[in-house]
């Protein structure tokens, strides 16, 4: 088997090195939430993301082959946000101009838009992408523990309770909440790992 054989390409390289369905359909598997996400960040309501999230898909299709991480010099998550960025602005502009006889305003949203640089996009796909990978680590990890640990650890996520607090609300010693959760955040550590492998370029 050659060295090119072995190598295990990323679903973006995947995608970028061929028209193929399958790889795409994995990939709005994977991202659609996210871009979900980033547009509403953008102080856009409900039914206007999901008209957005359809037209940043396309333009992805249609552009996801010119993404090179070296000419860009960012990640593809931060390529990604400025696109929706973009993509939002636009999709103001118009139905502002669309909009000026029936007085629908949409200037402060334009012009919060024209002020985002791109280093706060690159701070907000940062920040949105961990969340995202977080959520996404424990849906596939929470089935591998038992229920109390379950509980324990989404509780301790949730706030700021005390282990001497959980061992008490679970029936279980203090010694056992800490165990609990090194052990649910090692696989998290792990999986979070394997994710940004498989998903990053």
Known sequence: MTDQQNTRYTLLQRLQKADNEKSWDEFVNYYKPYIFVIIKRFNVGTEDSEELLQDVLVKIWKNISKFDPEKYECRFRTWLSVMIRNTVFNFFKSKS???SQNNVNYD??????ELI???EINEIA?????N???KMAWQNLKAN???VTR???EESMSSDIENSKLAEKYDVSE????????RVRKAMHKEIIRLNNELET
């Open 132 to 134: 995202y990978i977080a």
């Open 108 to 113: 402060d949203i334009i012009g919060k838009l």
């Open 145 to 147: 523990f038992n229920e």
């Open 117 to 119: 640089s791109d280093a």
């Open 97 to 99: 101009s669309k909009n």
């Open 175 to 182: 010694s056992s909440v800490r165990v609990f959760k090194m």
């Open 151 to 153: 509980k324990i650890f």
């Open 126 to 130: 940062e920040k949105e992408w961990r």
